[in-house]
T-cell receptor
C-alpha cells in the first residue's frame, strides 16, 4: 500500500464547477500535511498547509481528519488557471523534513 | 519568481561526462534537498542536508554526489550517468524544522524551478 494515496485523475470539469480531491495516508506518525500544485513542466508550489481545524484560502478549502487519516481539498468556482496536478503531501515525525508525495491528481478546467 | 535558484535550467550530457547542478537560496533556510522527478510521477527524495551536513541519503547511486559548501548553496555532482537518470532534478529548501503544533501546520518546502537533465 502506498504511504499517500490520491484519487486517480484526470478530473475534467467546466469553469465554475466545484471539485473535491481526496487523499489518504497510511502512517499514523504523519505530523504535517500539505497540498502542492504543479503545472506542466514546472516545479511544485505550496498551495496550502492543512490543519486539523480545517482552513480556507479564498476558493480553496482544506480539511484533515487524523482519526480517518484523510485529507481533502475543495476548489470552488474553478477557473481555467486552476488546471494543474494537485499533490497531497505529508511529513512524518522524526523523518528530518522528508516529505512523502502522493501520485498527484490532474485537474483540467474547460471553458 | 522562485526564491530558490537552480542552474542550469537544461542540461544534456553524455554517459562519460562530469557535470554539476547548482542550487542557491537566500531565505536563511537551514535545510536543503535534492529531489528527482520523472514524467507523470511525483518527486522522489534523494538527499537532505541540515545545517550543511548530510542527514538523509535515500540509497542514491554513487554516480550522484551531493555537496553543501555553505548554508546557501547546494550542488549535485554527476558522473557516469545512465540514460534512465534523465529527469527533472529539483532543489528545495525549508526552515530547519517542520513545525508540529497546530494551528500553524508545517512550513512546507520552497522548490527551485529545476534542471531538466537528459543523458545521451
Amino acid at each position: 500500500r502506498k504511504e499517500v494515496e490520491q484519487d486517480p485523475g484526470p478530473f475534467n470539469v467546466p469553469e465554475g464547477a466545484t471539485v473535491a480531491f481526496n487523499c489518504t495516508y497510511s502512517n499514523s506518525a504523519s505530523q504535517s500535511f500539505f497540498w502542492y500544485r504543479q503545472d506542466c513542466r514546472k516545479e511544485p508550489k505550496l498551495l496550502m498547509s492543512v490543519y486539523s481545524s480545517g482552513n480556507e484560502d479564498g476558493r480553496f478549502t482544506a480539511q484533515l481528519n487524523r482519526a480517518s487519516q484523510y485529507i481533502s481539498l475543495l476548489i470552488r468556482d474553478s477557473k481555467l488557471s486552476d488546471s494543474a496536478t494537485y499533490l497531497c503531501v505529508v511529513n512524518l515525525l522524526f523523518q528530518g523534513g522528508k516529505l512523502i508525495f502522493g501520485q498527484g491528481t490532474e485537474l483540467s478546467v474547460k471553458p | 519568481d522562485t526564491e530558490v535558484t537552480q542552474t542550469p535550467k537544461h542540461l544534456v550530457m553524455g554517459m562519460t561526462n562530469k557535470k554539476s547542478l547548482k542550487c542557491e537560496q537566500h531565505m536563511g533556510h537551514r535545510a536543503m534537498y535534492w529531489y528527482k522527478q520523472k514524467a507523470k510521477k511525483p518527486p522522489e527524495l534523494m538527499f537532505v542536508y541540515s545545517y550543511e551536513k548530510l542527514s538523509i541519503n535515500e540509497s542514491v547511486p554513487s554516480r550522484f554526489s551531493p555537496e553543501c559548501p555553505n548554508s546557501s548553496l547546494l550542488n549535485l555532482h554527476l558522473h557516469a550517468l545512465q540514460p534512465e537518470d534523465s529527469a527533472l532534478y529539483l532543489c528545495a529548501s525549508s526552515q530547519d524544522k517542520i513545525v508540529v503544533s497546530e494551528p500553524y501546520g508545517g512550513y512546507g518546502y520552497t522548490f527551485g524551478s529545476g534542471t531538466r537533465l537528459t543523458v545521451v
